[in-house]
């Protein structure tokens, strides 16, 4: 059974940093795009960051140059560091890994269950 777990959010003040942290736990036969996505409250939720397996990544406009993502493939782990934070990062922050399980060939997208992040001061 695979699972995103995630941690490392919490109140920070503006201009402050967070680390986001998941990891993907199981059997899986690999792992393609990982990333970070976020819903603030009435709002759709929307991509922050991405990166691909071979190190690819992709932000949301508002985001650039503040946050940065990685991953570790060894660790099958995906980061979030976010620095100079606003109030309007405020939000559920969810993780996501594109997942081809042993049994398919068909890759899932598979989601952790979120952690609060909220800039305020």
């Known amino acids: 059974q695979v699972q995103l777990v995630e941690s490392g959010g919490g109140l920070v003040q503006p201009g402050g940093s967070l680390r986001l942290s998941c990891k993907a736990s199981g059997s899986f036969r690999s792992i393609t795009a990982m990333g970070w996505y976020r819903q603030a409250p009435g709002k759709q939720r929307e991509l922050v960051a991405t990166i691909s397996s071979g190190g690819t990544t992709n932000y949301l406009d508002s985001v650039k140059g503040r946050f940065t993502v990685s991953r570790d493939n060894t660790e099958n782990t995906v980061l979030l560091q976010m620095n100079s934070l606003k109030p309007e990062d405020t939000a559920v922050y969810f993780c996501?890994?594109?997942?081809?399980?042993?049994?398919?060939?068909?890759?899932?997208?598979?989601w952790g269950q979120g952690t609060q992040v909220t800039v305020s001061s």
């Open positions: 996501r890994a594109d997942i081809t399980p042993w049994t398919s060939r068909i890759t899932y997208p598979y």
